[in-house]
């Protein structure tokens, strides 16, 4: 089977299973792959074909667009593999793609404890009262002047240092 047969199937299949932008964004993809390959048999491509359009599509993105083009090019090929030929090989499931577009990883964040956080609210709300003599209460309204006179007293100190 062709390659534009195949985009053709392929889309007529995932009109009613995708949302318009995600059908948008595989769109995009493949009729690039389909007008570089039209007439090229499914059995034929090569992987270094395969990832020499995916360099070429993808040249000056970020990481994670290279990987969602290469997620999208593996796709049509499962769907290919899985509905019309069984025989055809994914040219993208290779340990050299999967490794060259893998996701980057997640570094985790490093998280404050509750007690820390309730702590610096604390001496902020502390520190407020001092400078603007208002009760705890009334810190919610701190107004125009009241700000002024935080900047003022600020500078007071900066100089006096």
């Not at 998280?111 to 820390?116: A, F, M, P, S, Y």
């Not at 001092?130 to 209460?137: A, V």
Request: hydrophobic share 35%; net charge positive; glycine share 4%.
């Amino acid at each position: 089977m062709k390659i534009s047969q195949a985009v053709t199937m392929w889309e007529a299949y995932q009109k009613g299973n995708l949302k318009p932008n995600t059908l948008r964004a595989y769109h995009t993809i493949l009729t690039k792959f389909s007008a570089q390959f039209a007439e090229r048999d499914c059995h034929d491509l090569s992987t270094d074909e395969a990832l020499s359009f995916l360099n070429k599509l993808t040249q000056h993105t970020k990481k994670q667009t290279k990987r969602t083009r290469y997620a999208h090019l593996s796709s049509f090929f499962n769907f290919i593999r899985t509905t019309i030929d069984h025989s055809v090989i994914n040219q993208c499931d290779t340990p050299m793609m999967k490794k060259l577009f893998r996701a980057r990883s997640i570094t985790p964040w490093n998280l404050i404890e509750k007690e820390t956080i309730d702590e610096i609210i604390f001496r902020l709300e502390l520190l407020l009262q001092g400078l603007t003599g208002f009760g705890k209460g009334n810190l919610n309204h701190v107004t125009k002047a009241s700000e002024e006179k935080l900047r003022t007293i600020s500078l007071i100190q900066v100089v006096g240092n």
